[in-house]
């Protein structure tokens, strides 16, 4: 955990990155803020609800909180909630009341440092509630988002509505509407570094204004089509948010009203909040501090805390809960962000746009909020979730949706319980136990923690799932630091996929932060029913998908140059986190591993890799085809790229780019710590070399070698060009290692 002195260490070296990050990200958190209020069916006068928590989230809880780079505000994850909450309280002020209690609840759950209490919810739980909660959001914003009303429903008929309300869709606003989804989509793919610097929801907001003007200006405002006629309306069609001149407390800020504290209801609503809050700061913690350029660790318990008295003090002055959101964050490190500072500049800025600015926010149509929405909605419940759960095990697939099936038919809290019921269903057919005697294990975890010889060995017997976490935790809390412990599975009969994942992050932080060793035996014997190294049941292993036609193509493309080929999916990729590319891009796995040498000894290789830039909310994911050469020499740490005239101006601005030669930095970026050895390796050969390939991303870690041309897969025919390039640049790192300057 940072000291003050660190901290203020921090922020005077890198404010200026932190200026800018935060005036980047609140630019995404100003539309997205309004957007989730509106989505809320909120009154008018509490339409500034999201607002209120971002500010809050930014200037108070970046004081308070224990995470270095994450932005706290308003989360679409509770939209669902709030609908139901309101149809349930009657009231915004009854809803707001609930904030406080849930605030309050939040705030106690980490003073007495119960944050580990998470892990009692499986992971595949956590995913179904979140998946149902994508759902949620999907279903409620489309409709809006094409311009058409509709009453009070159940989520699931509104699932349902999608067709007819495309089908009575308003032309006009559904142009806007789905020009914002596209802009969404395809922002991700999109390489040019200017466009690719400014968040999507900025290119959205911009091309949304104008283009709902000429629909005013060319069409009258109205259009026909099947015979019916469809009009605009500014006034239900853009944003409106009433801001008193005069700054009138009373009429800018509600209160809460806490005369419905003693129904059930209330209370219901009140944990529901809670649950949702506590699970996705704890969860976007987690994620945030695997991206965080300087590595540090958040203390999750303070930081559940700091965002408890945040969501009270929000809600007393009429704003949502304050939530650790990934999607923000992810753009906040995205953009250069390096401490808590940029927090605050995004909370800042937002509270100056809305009382400077509120004229022109006024324009945004709410078609390009809800598409923001929708599109985060289909991204916690896209196809991709489901086949990722299935890649862990046909269980953990089943587990998800049974739990999202759970929340759509009833409700958070009772979906969440029924999820955790059919885990642990599961858990007892596959442990193939009595159920006497599974429940006696579940009861008792049977853990074995003893020294022999040099190392800490821990021998679990009976299950070891969700359940047994916080045990084991409490245990682990004991091992002393630089020491070594061996985790033994060998006679345990059912190992979940949460115990496995707990396992390992404990054991990466423990050799981390501790600079300790850890290792897992004992799991030879154990079936599995999934590629992933997490997933560990006693059940048959499953068949391999037959090769695709590409798959076939790269096999005989490397059995005819004597080269190894690997089709399957491996989630071994700790070797190449350590390069800069990584660092802030979360690799998920690797396949179609092809494996060669080059002279002198080179080896070399060539996978299509998955990896997301963020995580959860976040997640913008990317297939693409790489190469990493482990060149055993000197090779000073680099990022080669091809300039750009916006990168070149970001440059200037945070002083990033190495000068090495006038003409070669007219044309490429050069980054790294140490500048001189950067300078002398690259010679005038390198040089021209590089000058002659200028597609290629090029970077080294010392120890390997990543080179990429497209954010794509390449075909056969061009992962034939990588391999020859790779040659060609590996001659040219041992001609600058024996000669490095311009002389030959």
Known sequence: MSTIKDISSNIKQYWRK????????????????????????????????????????????????????????????????????????????????????????????????????????????????????????????????????????????????????????????????????????????????????????????????????????????????????????????????????????????????????????????????????????????????????????????????????????????GGLPVIAVIARSSVNINHGAMTRLSNFVHGTLILLFVFLLSDYIMLVPKAALMAILVYTGYKLASPKVFKDAGLKGYEQF?????????????????????????????????????????????????????????????????????????????????????????????????????????????????????KGKYEVIGLDEHLTTGSHPYTIHALPQSVGKPLSKRQSQLRDYAFKNSWKFEPNIDWSTDYLKSNKFFETRPIEYLKNRIVGSYPKKVSWEIVDITFDEGALMAAEVHNMTMLSIRFNGDVPNFELDKERIFSRLLDLAIKEDISIEEDFNSRFSVKGENKADIKRFFNKYLRSFVNQNDKYHIESNQNIILVFRYFRVMSVSEVGELVHFGEQLTEQFHNCLNNPSDSP
């Open 18 to 317: 932190d200026v800018l990050a935060g005036f980047s990200v609140s630019l995404v958190a100003l539309p997205l803020s309004l957007g989730i209020a509106i989505a809320m069916n909120l009154p008018p006068e509490a339409l500034l609800a999201g607002i209120f928590a971002a500010i809050v989230g930014g200037v108070f809880t970046s004081i308070i909180r224990s995470g270095n780079v994450s932005i706290n505000g308003p989360s679409p994850a509770l939209i669902g909630i709030v609908v139901s909450g309101m149809s349930v309280l009657g009231a915004w002020e009854h809803m707001l009341a609930a904030f406080v209690c849930a605030g309050v609840l939040q705030a106690v759950f980490g003073t007495f440092k119960l944050g580990g209490l998470a892990d009692f919810i499986p992971s595949s739980v956590v995913q179904g509630m979140m998946a149902a909660i994508g759902v949620i959001i999907l279903a409620g914003q489309i409709h809006p988002g094409l311009g058409v009303e509709i009453g009070k429903m159940n989520d699931f008929s509104k699932l349902m509505a999608i067709p007819t309300s495309i089908a009575n869709m308003n032309p006009l606003i559904a142009i806007i509407f789905f020009n914002s989804l596209f802009i969404l989509a395809i922002h991700p793919q999109v390489t040019n570094k200017f466009i690719k610097y400014v968040p999507a929801p900025i290119w959205l907001v911009l091309l949304a204004i104008p283009l709902y003007m000429f629909f005013q200006f060319s069409t009258g405002g109205q259009t026909a089509i099947l015979g019916k006629i469809h009009v605009l309306n500014p006034t239900k069609d853009l944003i409106y948010f009433p801001l008193p001149s005069d700054l009138n407390v009373s009429e800018i800020f509600t209160f809460p009203n806490f005369s419905k504290i003693g129904s059930v209801s209330f209370w219901m609503v009140v944990i529901s909040v809670f649950l949702v809050s506590t699970i996705e700061t704890l969860g976007s913690a987690k994620a945030i501090d695997n991206i965080d350029p300087l590595k540090r660790k958040t203390n999750l318990n303070k930081d559940v805390t700091a965002m408890g008295l945040s969501t009270v003090l929000s809600g007393f002055i």
């Open 398 to 514: 089943l587990i998800l949706t049974i739990t999202l099936i759970s929340t759509l038919m009833t409700d958070l809290n009772r979906g969440i319980l029924i999820g955790i019921l059919f885990t642990l269903v599961i858990h007892l057919v596959r442990s193939h136990l009595t159920a006497r005697l599974f429940f006696k294990y579940l009861s008792k975890p049977n853990f074995n923690l003893a020294k022999i010889d040099d190392h800490y060995h821990l021998k679990v017997k009976g299950v070891a799932n969700f359940t047994s976490i916080i045990k084991l935790r409490k245990l682990l809390n004991g091992i002393p630091k630089n020491d070594q412990i061996v985790f033994d599975f060998s006679r345990t009969r059912l190992v979940d996929f949460s115990m496995l994942e707990f396992v390992n992050s404990w054991g990466k932080d423990y050799q981390n932060d501790q």
